[in-house]
């Protein structure tokens, strides 16, 4: 079984920036199609961001040109770098595949953008 731990999350205020990490543990696994994504209380999970096996990412519009999805192979580990946060992009933030079969479901980490 997989398991996904998200961390790297907190309060910071508008304008700032964070890195969120997701580690991937377990066997027989691969990280080639993983993604990111972020839900709030009473919505549905969102994907923000998704990186392909040829390094293909692709962004939601709501944070393009703001949040950069990579990956590290070596570490089993993908990225989310968050920059120019706004109060609209405080959610707790998952990572898992782009598609069915999903992994199981990490506990996330929570991202607070407020002054």
């Known amino acids: 079984q997989v398991q996904l731990v998200e961390s790297g999350g907190g309060l910071v205020q508008p304008g700032g920036s964070l890195r969120l990490s997701c580690a991937a543990s377990?066997?027989?696994?691969?990280?080639?199609?993983m993604a990111w994504y972020r839900q709030v209380p009473g919505k549905l999970r969102d994907m923000v961001a998704h990186?392909?096996?040829?390094?293909?990412?692709s962004i939601a519009d709501s944070v393009k040109g703001r949040f950069t999805i990579s990956r590290d192979n070596a570490k089993n580990t993908v990225y989310l770098q968050m920059n120019s946060l706004k109060p609209d992009d405080t959610a707790v933030y998952y990572c898992?595949?782009?598609?069915?079969?999903?992994?199981?479901w990490g506990q996330g980490t929570q991202v607070t953008v407020s002054s």
């Open positions: 377990g066997t027989g696994f691969s990280i080639d199609n």
């Open positions: 898992n595949r782009p598609f069915s079969p999903y992994f199981h």
């Open positions: 990186i392909s096996g040829d390094d293909r990412t």
